[in-house]
């Protein structure tokens, strides 16, 4: 699936299933609440926190994928074309870091 078929696939969802779109600030804030969950997932697969017994169904997988499901819903929202915005930052990053990070010590 390509950007932009994601892009419509969630549109179609939301017209259907989901109703409408929540308003883009509560779409922000659920955004915030999924990071918050794939990041107690990281801290305690790979940090230093243990889990729980409430943390051990996790899906990391599962969570990284409602974390891309509301930042389409919210490209959709504010008229953002993620294909043509994600290309854009990538020659972004490709000129400002062309040799910055081989010429980082501490990433040697």
Not at 88 to 108: A, G, I, M, T, V
Request: charged share 30%; aromatic share 6%; net charge negative.
């Amino acid at each position: 699936m390509t950007l932009k078929e994601a892009q419509n696939t969630v549109d179609q969802w939301i017209k259907t299933v989901g109703v409408r779109y929540f308003d883009e600030l509560t779409n922000t804030a659920i955004l915030m609440e999924e990071v918050g969950e794939v990041a107690r997932i990281m801290a305690r697969k790979y940090g230093d926190q243990s889990f729980k017994k409430s943390d051990e169904a996790y899906n990391l997988a599962d969570e990284m994928a409602d974390v891309l499901f509301v930042l389409i819903c919210l490209a959709n929202q504010t008229g953002i074309d993620l294909t043509e915005a994600l290309e854009k930052n990538l020659d972004k990053k490709n000129k400002r870091d062309l040799l910055r990070h081989h010429n980082n010590p501490k990433l040697k």
